[in-house]
């Protein structure tokens, strides 16, 4: 058996793709927020999607829009 990844083991695994990337911003996508609030490879998914500069989906239980005002707020940080 291959290698296991983090996209292996996340909750989301076969879950249907169109829960993760809603119709547009204003969705507040509860049900994919729901799929990923328990799962053990969240913050993975997150950074993964920052990293990558995601545009759209939500990864990591984070919208497009929660992950920008992420990015923000981790910049005045510092």
């Known amino acids: ?24 911003d204003e969705d507040p996508a509860l049900e994919a927020k729901a799929i990923c609030a328990p799962c053990p490879v969240r913050e993975t998914c997150l950074e993964h999607a920052i990293a990558l500069r995601e545009k759209h ?19 005045r940080a510092g």
């Open 57 to 75: 989906g939500v990864w990591g239980g984070y919208t497009a829009k929660e992950r920008r005002r992420l990015v923000r707020q981790r910049r």
């Open 1 to 24: 058996m291959g290698v296991s990844t983090w996209r292996d083991q996340g909750r989301c695994k076969g879950a249907d793709p169109a829960v993760f990337h809603p119709e547009d």
